[in-house]
């Protein structure tokens, strides 16, 4: 049973440009949660969906930044005219079902570097 | 002020010594997790806990929830046992992770 796959797992990007980071879950999970981590700084949350929902986006910047996991295929990270700022290790994971007591995997991550 | 506060931020020790990494946190929660994350950046989840004592190996972890405080123990630490571990709290008001920023924990053969 596979793990949690992110990709790309680096990524570089210029000022103004699209980044797209992708996260599939582990087989049979249909819950997913995106997390930053800034340099220096600790995992912040950005959003949890479940297959074609979004049930928390509490933790997302209000601006370029969206997310979807549709009904087939990986759970999708967008953000849009990047900046510097944006230059940070995004990982994801993935749980069964909804509940604070199902443990999360989480893939290995993807850096992306803003010029 | 950040949700959950860990301590030490830095740790070094000598391979063999039994080492403790606390954390407080200041909101509601229904479950506490804790994280190792190694220096390549890949998080493994260690332990999840609502309440008294887990054992896995050479770690333990405790929660004490009157006191909203929790510790991680390593015995008998070795190498391999450096990482960054991050404390992470499940909120009882919704659907989010708060994270601690990390102990980064050195141990020298």
């Known amino acids: 049973n596979a793990g949690v796959m992110q990709n790309p797992r680096h990524l570089v990007r210029r000022r103004g440009q699209e980044a797209r980071l992708r996260c599939s879950p582990m087989?049979?999970?249909?819950?997913v949660y995106w997390y930053r981590q800034l340099p220096e700084e600790g995992l912040k949350f950005m959003v949890y969906l479940q297959k074609e929902n979004i049930i928390d986006e509490s933790g997302m910047p209000k601006e370029r930044f969206s997310a979807e996991f549709p009904k087939e295929g990986p759970s999708i990270l967008r953000i849009q005219q990047v900046v510097r700022g944006d230059s940070a290790a995004y990982f994801c994971?993935?749980?069964?079902?909804?509940?604070?007591?199902?443990?999360?995997?989480f893939g290995p991550g993807t850096r992306l570097t803003v010029l | 002020k950040n949700e959950v506060e860990q301590s030490p931020q830095n740790l070094t020790a000598q391979e063999g010594e039994f080492i403790t990494i606390n954390c407080s946190y200041s909101?509601?929660?229904?479950?506490l997790h804790w994280l190792q994350q190694h220096p390549g950046g890949g998080i493994v989840s260690l332990f999840m806990?609502?309440?008294g004592k887990k054992k896995h190996g050479r770690l333990i972890a405790t929660i004490n929830i009157q006191e909203k405080h929790s510790s991680l123990h390593i015995t008998a630490s070795h190498p391999r046992d450096s990482a960054v571990y991050i404390c992470?709290?499940?909120?009882?008001?919704?659907?989010?992770?708060?994270f601690g920023t990390g102990t980064s924990l050195t141990v020298i053969p």
């Open positions: 992470a709290v499940w909120g009882n008001t919704g659907n989010q992770f708060y």
């Open positions: 994971a993935s749980s069964p079902r909804q509940g604070v007591y199902n443990e999360q995997f």
């Open positions: 909101v509601g929660i229904s479950a």
């Open positions: 087989k049979g999970h249909s819950h």
């Open positions: 806990l609502s309440s």
